[in-house]
């Protein structure tokens, strides 16, 4: 077996990385049989992973005992990627609707775990929603908002509160039984995303640019499932094997 091989064996990600792949090959036959209509693979929820089996799992497949030091760093790298994207290598972000929030601001105060606004309305009027404009053109609208820096501004005879919909950061893990809901139900996010890292820190490019599409296959589904569950009105459940 070559260097960065695959190796979990019966391990909870081995099992992960086998079920993902069966539902890629399933997707791909769907779409033989059924030219034009696409099948999403299924993310199969196969065990409840914590960051002690994410550290774990980096360190088993890197082989690699001496990374203790470097790893919070490449878990702050790639919690960038995952909540943010990537431009450079397409990589898209995560949006999943256990990370939607909301909350009414008094001010134009920011929310700490603030990824993106999904929508802004005057408060208490859910169908009363303010127009995203670019902040120079701000004087030209009514009914409008922008972020200057980390505080909301908004357009001329709106006030405050308003209600704020928006992406949130989840729960950075710091100790090992530490979780979160990517972690939880798609930890193939996580894992590879800390392998990009890893790979561009022990500049493994053919490393690198495995594990950077497989983050991107895995998030787009991912992203498509989610997408489908909420305009079926259904949430978001991944089959266990």
Known sequence: MGRGARSWGNSPLGHLHHAYSRSCRAGARHQAVFPGKSRIPRIRR???????????????????????????????????????????????????????????????????????????????????????????????????????????????????????????????PSADSDTNWIIGNAPQVYISSLLVEYARWARDDVLGAREAGIYVSTVRALNSRDMAASISGGALRMRKR
């Open 46 to 172: 196969v065990h409840q992973m914590n960051y002690g089996q994410l550290k774990a799992a980096l360190v088993a497949y890197t082989h690699r005992s001496d990374l203790d030091s470097i790893i919070p760093t490449f878990l702050e790298l790639a919690e960038q990627r995952i909540y943010f994207g990537e431009d450079t290598a397409n990589a898209p972000a995560v949006r999943v609707a256990a990370m939607r929030a909301s909350v009414s601001l008094a001010n134009g105060a920011r929310p700490a775990d603030f990824i993106e606004a999904i929508k802004v309305n005057r408060g208490g009027k859910s169908n009363e929603y303010l127009e995203y404009v670019p902040l120079q053109q701000m004087p030209r609208y009514s009914a409008a908002y922008n972020w200057d820096g980390d505080t909301l501004v908004l357009s001329q005879y709106e006030k405050f509160p308003v209600d704020l919909i928006y992406y949130k950061k989840l729960q950075t």
